[in-house]
C-alpha cells in the first residue's frame, strides 16, 4: 500500500528565529525511497560514522546530523555525527583517510577546509585529490561584505570608490586568513587597486561582534550566523561572494552582479575514502540528492540562508573541487597569501 504523502514528508523543528541557534532537524523517512531500493546487498554492516570537520552547533555540523538521521531510516544502520575540528579540517580528513576505505567511515567538510586549504598550504598528512573520494555537494553560498549602518557605501561601486579616494584609511574583517571573504576582498583588491588593511578574526561572530560594537566598519561575514544582526539592523550587507544570492536576503547582489565578477563559492559536501566501493557512493549520492529536494530541508535551508545547489553525480562535485582549487589557486599566487 503507498504510504499518504503527509506521512512521506520530514517534519521540522523550527528556529525561534533566523539568527537563533540551529537545532538537529527530526526527520521521518519513507522506507520505498530510491537509494533504499538500489543499496548494496554487502553495505553498510555495522554503524557509519560521519567524521565532521567543524565544531557541534555549527552549521555543518547541523547539515551533517539531517543527513546522518535520514541515512540511518533508510539503510538500516546507525549513522553516527564524530565532530572533528582544528586544523583547518585537516584532523577530520586525516581521520578518514586512514580508516577502511569500505563507507563506514565518511567525512562532512567545507571548500575551506578543501579547495581553498588545498591553494593555501596543502596538508602534508595526506593528500586530498588522491586519497579522498567527492560524494555529494549540498549546500553553496558565499559571504555578505556587510558595513555598518552609518557607513556612506550603499553597493560594491561605492565602496571601491570611498577606498580608492582614500587609500590605506579603511581595514575589513574577516573570517581569518584565507577564508573566502579574506581571499574575495584579495581579488576586489588586485582587479581594483585597492589599498585596504585586513584584520583577522578566529571566528565569524566575533566580526559581526565588532562591527556592532563600534570597532569595525567593513567586515565579511557568514551568511547564517549574521541574519539576527541585518534583521535588527546592525549591520547592512551590500554583496555576496559567489554565483547564489543568500535565500533571506534576496536583495543583496552578487560581486558578478554588481560588476565585478567572482565565481567561487563555499559549499558542504560529503567524502569518502579513496577506493571506497562505487556502488555505495552511487547510493549515497542518490539518497542525498533526494534529500535535498524535499520542502522540509529546502525550508531549512532557506532558514541557514544556505543556496540550494542542484543534484549532482560524485563525478560532477570532483569537477567542482578542481575548478574551485585551481581558481582559489590563481588568487593566492597573484596576491602573495601565505598560511598563517
Same mark, same amino acid.
Given at each position: 500500500?503507498?504510504l ?5 514528508r520530514?517534519? =521540522?523543528?523550527?528556529c525561534?528565529?533566523a539568527? +537563533?541557534?540551529? !537545532?538537529?532537524?527530526a &526527520?521521518a ?5 530510491? @537509494?533504499?531500493a ?12 560521519i567524521v565532521v570537520?567543524s565544531?557541534a552547533g555549527s552549521m555543518s555540523d ?8 535520514h541515512?540511518?531510516?533508510t ?5 553516527i555525527?564524530?565532530?572533528k575540528?582544528?586544523?583547518s579540517g585537516a584532523?577530520?580528513?586525516l581521520?578518514v583517510v586512514?580508516a577502511?576505505n569500505?563507507?563506514?567511515t565518511?567525512?562532512f ?7 581553498? =586549504?588545498q591553494?593555501i598550504s596543502?596538508p602534508k +598528512?595526506?593528500? !586530498?585529490?588522491r586519497d &579522498? ?6 549546500? @553553496?553560498?558565499?559571504q555578505?561584505?556587510a558595513v555598518?549602518?552609518?557607513?556612506p557605501?550603499?553597493?560594491?561601486k561605492e ?6 579616494a ?13 577564508s573566502v ?8 583588491q588586485n ?5 585596504i ?5 578566529k571566528a565569524?561572530n ?7 560594537g563600534?570597532v569595525l566598519q567593513i ?9 539576527g ?5 546592525q549591520?547592512?550587507p551590500?554583496?555576496?561572494s559567489g554565483?547564489f544570492r543568500?535565500?533571506?536576503?534576496p ?7 554588481q560588476g ?7 559549499w558542504t559536501?560529503?567524502f569518502?575514502?579513496?577506493g571506497?566501493?562505487p556502488a ?12 535535498l ?7 531549512r535551508m ?5 543556496g540550494l545547489?542542484?543534484a549532482?553525480t ?6 567542482t573541487?578542481?575548478d574551485?582549487?585551481?581558481g582559489w589557486?590563481r588568487?593566492v599566487v597573484?596576491?602573495?597569501i601565505k598560511?598563517?
Amino acid at each position: 500500500m503507498k504510504l499518504d504523502s503527509s506521512r512521506r514528508r520530514f517534519i =521540522l523543528a523550527s528556529c525561534a528565529s533566523a539568527g +537563533s541557534a540551529l !537545532l538537529p532537524l527530526a &526527520l521521518a523517512l519513507p522506507l520505498d525511497s530510491a @537509494a533504499q531500493a538500489a543499496r548494496p546487498s554487502d553495505w553498510p554492516t555495522r554503524p557509519v560514522r560521519i567524521v565532521v570537520a567543524s565544531s557541534a552547533g555549527s552549521m555543518s555540523d547541523t547539515f551533517a546530523r539531517i543527513i546522518a538521521d535520514h541515512l540511518t531510516r533508510t539503510f538500516g544502520q546507525p549513522f553516527i555525527v564524530d565532530n572533528k575540528p582544528g586544523g583547518s579540517g585537516a584532523i577530520a580528513s586525516l581521520a578518514v583517510v586512514k580508516a577502511p576505505n569500505d563507507g563506514h567511515t565518511l567525512l562532512f567538510t567545507n571548500a575551506s577546509f578543501t579547495a581553498v =586549504l588545498q591553494a593555501i598550504s596543502p596538508p602534508k +598528512s595526506y593528500d !586530498l585529490m588522491r586519497d &579522498l573520494t567527492p560524494v555529494v555537494q549540498i549546500g @553553496a553560498s558565499g559571504q555578505f561584505l556587510a558595513v555598518v549602518p552609518a557607513f556612506p557605501a550603499h553597493n560594491l561601486k561605492e565602496l571601491i570608490a570611498l577606498v580608492r579616494a582614500h587609500p590605506d584609511k579603511h581595514t575589513f574583517g574577516t573570517l581569518g586568513n584565507g577564508s573566502v571573504g579574506h581571499l574575495a576582498m584579495a581579488a576586489l583588491q588586485n582587479q581594483e587597486g585597492l589599498k585596504i588593511g585586513h584584520v583577522p578574526y578566529k571566528a565569524g561572530n566575533e566580526v559581526v561582534r565588532d562591527m556592532v560594537g563600534g570597532v569595525l566598519q567593513i567586515g565579511w561575514v557568514d551568511v547564517s550566523s549574521s541574519v539576527g544582526a541585518i534583521q535588527a539592523g546592525q549591520i547592512r550587507p551590500i554583496a555576496i561572494s559567489g554565483t547564489f544570492r543568500a535565500p533571506a536576503n534576496p536583495e543583496v547582489l552578487t560581486m558578478t552582479e554588481q560588476g565585478y565578477p567572482f565565481k567561487l563559492n563555499g559549499w558542504t559536501g560529503l567524502f569518502a575514502a579513496a577506493g571506497t566501493p562505487p556502488a555505495v557512493i552511487r547510493a549515497i549520492n542518490s539518497e542525498v540528492n533526494a534529500l535535498l529536494q524535499t520542502e522540509a530541508v529546502k525550508q531549512r535551508m532557506f532558514q541557514m540562508n544556505v543556496g540550494l545547489v542542484p543534484a549532482n553525480t560524485p563525478e560532477q562535485f570532483q569537477q567542482t573541487l578542481r575548478d574551485d582549487i585551481q581558481g582559489w589557486t590563481r588568487i593566492v599566487v597573484a596576491n602573495g597569501i601565505k598560511p598563517e
